[in-house]
């Protein structure tokens, strides 16, 4: 019963370091936030971050990991079929994802001179390769060589995260439903009769 009390307590002040730095990470550029601005948000005194991190790095690798796996939680939740409300549904999903997740949309809006965002990238890129290899491991498509089919994944990877870029570079001036139902007309069109 105490190691569930101090789990719980745990993962309450995880969550709560969590939801501070995402806040912070609103007013701040990402290399300027501080240990300090975090414990401060959260309501949490030094030595709770420090149980919890070792320093902003760690946290930052902490919430890196953390995003890459809630992205492939929605990808895994996916089944494609030809229906346009379930794709809508899906890709307005990671829209909203995108939204409310502020260290993702920062680092969807990187230029190619932000290189701590950039290590991002190739960490998700690796992440996107691993992905499509096991959707290959579990696909036999049927006109297409699965080399062909594997470049398509990669594509459709590549343009979502393209729109996405643009879209939070531009501060979501577009609705969610809108870029939602690009997304979903791409993969109709594109990817879906590929995988037929």
């Not at 260290?103 to 499509?132: P, Q, R, T, W």
């Not at 609705?175 to 995988?195: C, H, N, Q, R, Y």
């Amino acid at each position: 019963m105490l190691n569930e009390i101090q789990d719980e307590r745990y993962n309450v002040a995880d969550e709560a370091i969590y939801d501070a730095f995402f806040l912070v990470l609103k007013e701040k550029d990402l290399d300027k936030i501080t240990v300090s601005d975090v414990i401060k948000r959260a309501g949490i005194v030094r030595s709770t971050f420090y149980n919890h991190y070792e320093n902003i790095p760690a946290l930052v690798t902490a919430v890196e990991n953390r995003t890459i796996q809630d992205i492939f939680s929605l990808m895994d939740t996916f089944h494609p079929k030809s229906d346009h409300d379930m794709c809508k549904s899906y890709f307005l999903t990671i829209c909203e994802y995108t939204m409310t997740n502020p260290f993702l949309a920062n680092l969807l809006k990187c230029s190619s001179e932000d290189v701590g965002k950039l290590k991002f990238f190739e960490k998700i890129i690796m992440m996107f390769h691993n992905y499509v290899t096991k959707v290959m491991q579990n696909t036999t498509p049927s006109y297409h060589s699965k080399e062909e089919f594997s470049y398509m994944i990669a594509c459709t990877i590549g343009s979502t995260l393209g729109v996405l870029h643009k879209w939070t570079t531009e501060n979501f001036q577009v609705p969610a439903e809108v870029i939602a139902d690009i997304l979903t007309k791409a993969f109709i069109s594109g990817m879906l009769p590929f995988m037929s």
